[in-house]
Structures are given as structure tokens and as C-alpha cells.
């Protein structure tokens, strides 16, 4: 599929549908370490492979599947950040600042607060991430209103957040799974909820900064709302095969950049 044919399909895939999104940026990025190649550590979203940086391919991809509203949660390096937006044009993101971005991605999730109660479906997304423009073809063609993006070829171990899968629906979300299941795939951490969804991910949310557990994860309030649900409320569409990489260690970045030459968009 072009590039040009692949944003008619965006396109029209959401015309029926208010659809923002919601981009946690706010993270120091510590396991990058030494191996961070910007020599003073600046945000992963400014991280550039190919001559453009991750921001902007977040950008650029959201725009051209005609979704503009975007905003962008900020924390640390929020002048960078800010900066490097001014320099991609006149159609700059709203923004919202987390102060504590040093605690958990909670924090940032309550942050953005705002858009998840704005009454439009919302397509959450880590800032942190490589990937085809392909990956959002399929969550926003999705026919389910709330989903996750899971790959199959995941790495054994802690690290990756694990979809579980029982009778073709999600019954388990976490590092560290504790749910009997079938079979499991890594999430991408790009989401889609429905309005409903998304307000009541903004409570959940909140209910976690106030009860004094802003250390957590921004997957743990998701994995809550999930197993709360009716089983069929939350769906997910296996991106298998198609690149992408989460850059969360020095080797990540050498990853990213062999995926290149594979990505559409």
C-alpha cells in the first residue's frame, strides 16, 4: 500500500469519529544510560532516526490519518520539547506539563486528564516508540472502539507488558501476568478508547495519584478497567509481523535504526 493510499484509509476510518490523541512524553529515560547518543540526555521523543525525530513522526503520522488534536504530556526536558515543537511549524500540539514526571507514568496519564474526559475517542500513545505507520491503520480501522495493539514476537522476560489472551479475548494485562491464559503478545502501548473509556481511564487515574500510588504505571489503571469490564468490552488487533521497537536501552536504538529501511510512513 503507498503512503498516499494508506492515508485515504486513515482517513476515512475516522471520519465518523472525534478522535484526539494523547502523547505521554514526560519521562526521564534512565535505562538509556550512557548509550543515550545526545550527549546531554534529552527527551526520548527528540531521539532521531532517519533525520527526523520521533516527535515528528508522531506528528506527522497522526496528522496525515487526519488526526489533529493532538497534546502532548511534557515533563522532563520541557524546553527541549517545547523548542523542538516551535521549530516543526504553526500547527503545534496543546501541551500539559507534568511537574513529577520522576514518579510513575501515572502521574502523566492523570496529567492529561483533560483530553480522556473531552468526550471524543482517544488514541493513547507512549512517545517512545518506532513504528509503521501501518500499526495505526489497523487501531484506528479497528471495529473495536476500545483496543490494544498486540505483536506475537515477544522477547521472554519481565520487560515487556504481556496482552493475554483466553477464548480470543484479554483477560490478563501486565509485566508480569496473573491471570491463566491461552497465549500472550507484547503490547505496543498504543491504545484506543471509546469516550466512556476514556473518561473513566481519567478516574481511574486520578484515584491512583490520590490514594498515594503516583509510582505506578500508567498500565496498571488500564489493566484495572479491563478486568472490571464485560468481556467483550476491550479488544485487541495483532500487528504481527509489522516493525516497530519501544527504545528503552542503548541496544534499542541500534534496533531501531536497522528497522528503517522496513517502514511505511
Known amino acids: 500500500m503507498t503512503f498516499h493510499r494508506l492515508e485515504q484509509t486513515l482517513t476515512k476510518s475516522i471520519a ?42 508522531h506528528l506527522g503520522i ?38 513529577d514526571y520522576d514518579q510513575g507514568s501515572v502521574v502523566s496519564l492523570h496529567a492529561g486528564r483533560e483530553v480522556l474526559r473531552n468526550g471524543a475517542a482517544v488514541i493513547l500513545m507512549d512517545a517512545d516508540v518506532l513504528y509503521d505507520a501501518r500499526l495505526m491503520a489497523r487501531l484506528l480501522s479497528s471495529s473495536r472502539p476500545n483496543c490494544l495493539l498486540l505483536d506475537r514476537g515477544i522477547e521472554p522476560g519481565d520487560e515487556p507488558v504481556k496482552l493475554c489472551i483466553a477464548g480470543g479475548r484479554i483477560v490478563d494485562f501486565h509485566k508480569c501476568p496473573r491471570i491463566p491464559h491461552e497465549w500472550h503478545g507484547e503490547s505496543v ?42 468481556p467483550d468490552r476491550f479488544g485487541f488487533e495483532d500487528i504481527s509481523g509489522l516493525p516497530w521497537t519501544e527504545i528503552d ?15 511505511v510512513g
Open 189 to 230: 502501548g498504543f491504545f484506543r478508547f471509546a469516550p466512556d473509556a476514556a473518561a473513566e481511564l481519567a478516574d481511574r487515574a486520578g484515584a491512583y495519584v490520590s490514594s498515594g500510588r503516583g509510582g505506578m504505571e500508567y498500565e496498571e489503571p488500564i489493566r484495572d478497567m479491563i478486568l472490571s469490564s464485560r
Open 16 to 57: 465518523s469519529t472525534p478522535t484526539c490523541a494523547l502523547i505521554l512524553a514526560a519521562g526521564v529515560g534512565r535505562r538509556l544510560g550512557r548509550g543515550h547518543p545526545s550527549g546531554h540526555h534529552l527527551p526520548k521523543a527528540l531521539l532521531r532516526f532517519g533525520g527526523q525525530s520521533l516527535l515528528a513522526r
Open 249 to 263: 536501552f542503548p541496544e534499542d536504538i541500534e534496533k531501531a535504526r536497522a528497522l528503517l529501511p522496513e517502514l
Open 62 to 99: 497522526l496528522r496525515g490519518a487526519g488526526v489533529c488534536d493532538i497534546t502532548l504530556v511534557l515533563g522532563y526536558g520541557e524546553d527541549h520539547m517545547k523548542a523542538a515543537l516551535k521549530a516543526l511549524g504553526d500547527e503545534t500540539p496543546s501541551v500539559v506539563v507534568n511537574p
